[in-house]
């Protein structure tokens, strides 16, 4: 249950040298220009994959920004459900980069059978169009969504404290 005091994580994936898969990154960069309070930590996940299920120790609750590639319209905000994610066959394809989204997801189902790591995840995902390689910058059609995926972000928070 969330609540004031609840430690929050919130883990932004994404490599900002391939087009929109830095859409994750860029909205990190905006979150940590923000006073989100002492029971929440920002966390740049980049790339890694099963690495990242030690991002994930010591909070009730965590929020995954990533890019996704989803066939959707570019652009497009989504919040899921974690076991969204879990359940699908193939990991790589719901998210925009190496092994993703889906298997540090399925990580933390594994961990937490023996031990007690979280006990709920949002995931936030912008979809795009297929990625560049080596390029620095996002489409304008995803630039224009990192501003709303933070709001997203904070009232996401700001509910969960009872705030909203």
């Not at 030690?54 to 590639?69: K, Q, R, Y």
Request: glycine share 12%; proline share 2%.
């Amino acid at each position: 249950m969330m609540g004031e005091g609840v430690k929050t994580h919130i883990v932004c994936f994404g490599n900002p040298l391939h087009g929109d898969d830095g859409f994750g990154t860029a909205v990190y960069e905006q979150l940590c220009s923000k006073d989100l309070g002492a029971h929440v930590s920002v966390m740049d996940g980049g790339t890694s994959s099963l690495s990242a299920l030690a991002l994930f120790e010591e909070c009730a609750h965590a929020i995954i920004v990533d890019a996704i590639n989803d066939e959707g319209e570019a652009g497009k905000l989504s919040w899921h459900e974690a076991s969204s994610f879990q359940k699908a066959r193939s990991c790589g394809q719901m998210s925009s980069h190496g092994l993703g989204v889906g298997a540090i997801l399925q990580g933390l189902e594994i961990i937490g059978e023996d031990q007690q790591v979280v006990d709920h995840i949002d995931v936030l995902t912008c979809s795009v169009a297929p990625l560049q390689s080596f390029k620095m910058s996002l489409s304008p059609v995803v630039q224009e969504q990192v501003m709303i995926a933070t709001q997203m972000v904070l009232d996401k928070l700001n509910a969960g404290r009872g705030l909203s």
